[in-house]
């Protein structure tokens, strides 16, 4: 029993001891963008992504140098060549009865939600952002996309309860200001048909 022991932690070592000298042989690249304008971050995202980076992260807020930006960070693994180019959206709005029937649109062409956040206009109004990605390597499935959005958490409770009864994936949750200029708390569901 203590040889099945100490082989298999050798084993163990080794793999781990491969492991790291295979991250170590293949860094990762990354590229981060920035921009005030929402409008000008799709492209920014699409130009990335056709030199062979994938989407990472994003966050909206004020940045060192004094204004509101959308940032995203992009990563590229050299080892994993070969994959199709990813295709980027980036849907903005401040009404979220068009967010929702924007991104359902989106995965009607084949992209699926990967983030979303707030972003404060130049205007000094609160978009809500979403990023949505189309990843040719993968299978298309039809997916249905639901958000939520109320001033209140316990209505954000008991609808996404009722959401959850029908199948639906929390994927995302942030607070935005509204039309009307409350808070309002923005989930963002998803169901694979």
């Known amino acids: 029993m203590k040889k099945i022991v100490l082989v298999t932690a050798a084993w163990a070592a080794s793999v ?4 790291v000298a295979n991250a170590a042989d293949a860094p990762l690249e990354y590229r981060v963008l920035a921009t005030s304008r929402t409008s000008t971050m799709e492209k920014e995202l699409n130009a990335v992504a056709a030199a062979g980076y994938r989407f990472s992260k994003a966050m909206g807020g004020k940045s060192a140098n004094g204004g509101q930006e ?3 960070a992009m990563v590229k693994d050299p080892a994993a060549s070969g994959q199709g180019a990813r295709k980027y959206r980036l849907l903005a709005t401040t009404k979220t009865s068009t967010m ?4 359902q649109q989106a995965a009607d062409d ?3 939600y990967l983030e979303q956040t707030v972003f404060e206009t130049a205007f000094g ?3 809500v952002v979403v990023i ?3 990843d040719s390597s993968k299978t298309e499935i039809h997916t249905s996309y639901r958000l939520l959005a109320t001033t209140k958490t316990s209505t ?3 609808e996404l309860q009722e959401a959850g009864a029908q199948g639906y994936i929390l994927m995302g949750l942030t607070v935005g200001k509204t039309e009307m200029g409350g808070d ?5 569901l998803r169901r694979d048909d």
């Open 100 to 103: 929702q029937k924007e991104m």
């Open 132 to 134: 949505m990605e189309h």
């Open 125 to 127: 109004g609160k978009e």
């Open 156 to 158: 954000m409770q008991r």
């Open 110 to 112: 084949g992209y699926a």
């Open 184 to 188: 309002e708390v923005v989930t963002i």
């Open 70 to 72: 959308v940032i995203v």
């Open 16 to 19: 781990a001891t491969s492991t």
